[in-house]
């Protein structure tokens, strides 16, 4: 069962940048995609963005390019790189590992959600 860890939010003002990392226990290789999502307060949980097996990576078009999601298989790492960021995306960042569409049970598919991490954008 793949574990995963979030870390690097933080607090911000306007225009800086944060990188987020999700460490899984097990290869990224093993996993079908992996997707980080924003919960905003008040807000439904929203993918931000998805990176699958073979490297291709997905973002939502409200990033406006200034977002960017890679990996370091080595590490078992993905990242969420976010530059320029807004006020408007504060939120708890998580991400969840993707098993397949195979799977038809989502408590299957997917991870319990963790924590996530805490990222906070001040004017």
């Known amino acids: 069962q793949v574990q995963l860890v979030e870390s690097g939010g933080g607090s911000v003002h306007t225009g800086e940048s944060l990188r987020l990392s999700c460490r899984s226990s097990?290869?990224?290789?093993?996993?079908?995609?992996f997707g980080w999502y924003r919960q905003a307060p008040g807000e439904d949980r929203l993918l931000v963005g998805a990176?699958?097996?073979?490297?291709?990576?997905h973002l939502r078009p409200w990033t406006k390019g200034r977002f960017t999601i890679s990996r370091d298989i080595a590490e078992n790492t993905i990242y969420l790189h976010m530059d320029n960021l807004q006020p408007s995306d504060t939120g708890v960042y998580s991400c969840?590992?993707?098993?397949?569409?195979?799977?038809?049970?989502?408590?299957?598919?997917?991870?319990?959600w963790g924590p996530g991490t805490q990222v906070s954008v001040f004017p």
């Open positions: 097990t290869s990224l290789l093993n996993i079908y995609a």
């Open positions: 969840n590992a993707d098993l397949g569409p195979q799977y038809r049970d989502t408590a299957v598919r997917f991870r319990p």
């Open positions: 990176i699958e097996k073979d490297g291709t990576t």
